[in-house]
């Protein structure tokens, strides 16, 4: 089993409909959770990062955090075809006070006019 | 631009050759981290530099390569007797010791022939 699991996708959703990508996470001690999105050929560029159980918007991005099924969500509302790029989730499994990031494969979201 | 800068951005090389790649953190940021990532999978840790010193090393990190960061600002990563298996993108993070999130720069993409 892999420490941070995602559905590599694609998924396709119509533009201006919302996109949820999910991810779970093997180790029950991870603290913090993060979401990147990346485009094709580029570098991950971060979107949003929660610790706490329950929800955190950021403008059009909501992401959900429910550690004791050990599930991490972002939801996507208006989706444009600009958001169209893998979403990586990752988990900190640092100690000692730094990071190590631990990501998913991605999920491919496509989004069609 | 303040962002992490990579360089180079591209690297081809031959088996066998070694390589070298650079990065620049954002200025204020004592944490750097290396990554890579293989076509349709996530960044994979590599290390961890807190200031000069490395921190973490991962298992994925094999004698070939090493890593420095001599004077706590850029680091540098070679790869010696580069093998086919090599081939990948190699992404430079950093952050700032108040905060978890990592902030990634382009990338070096490596080709070994």
């Known amino acids: 089993q892999k420490e941070v699991e995602q559905n590599s996708g694609p998924l396709s959703v119509p533009e201006g409909a919302i996109a949820s990508l999910n991810c779970t996470y093997s180790?029950?001690?991870?603290?913090?959770f993060f979401w990147y999105r990346q485009y094709s050929g580029k570098s991950p560029e971060l979107i949003m990062f929660i610790y706490s159980n329950g929800d955190k918007e950021d403008g059009r991005f909501t992401a959900q955090l429910n550690k004791a099924s050990q599930y991490v969500s972002l939801l996507i509302r208006d989706s444009q075809p600009s958001d169209s790029a893998t979403y990586l989730c990752a988990v900190n499994r640092g100690s000692g006070g730094y990071n190590k990031l631990i990501f998913g494969a991605g999920t491919r979201l496509a989004v069609h006019p | 631009d303040t962002g992490v800068s990579q360089n180079p951005r591209h690297k081809i090389t031959k088996r066998g050759q070694n390589v070298t790649f650079r990065c620049d953190p954002i200025s204020e940021h004592n944490r750097l981290y290396w990554y890579r990532q293989t076509l349709g999978q996530g960044p994979e840790f590599l290390t961890y530099f807190q200031n000069e010193a490395q921190l973490e090393k991962s298992r994925l990190l094999s004698d070939r390569f090493s890593a420095e960061r001599p004077k706590g600002s850029f680091s540098t990563l070679e790869i010696q007797r580069t093998e086919q298996g090599d081939s990948a993108m190699y992404l430079c993070?950093?952050?700032?010791?108040?905060?978890?999130?990592?902030?990634f720069g382009p990338g070096t993409r490596l080709l070994v022939l």
């Open positions: 180790d029950r001690g991870s603290q913090s």
């Open positions: 993070a950093s952050s700032p010791s108040s905060q978890e999130t990592q902030y």
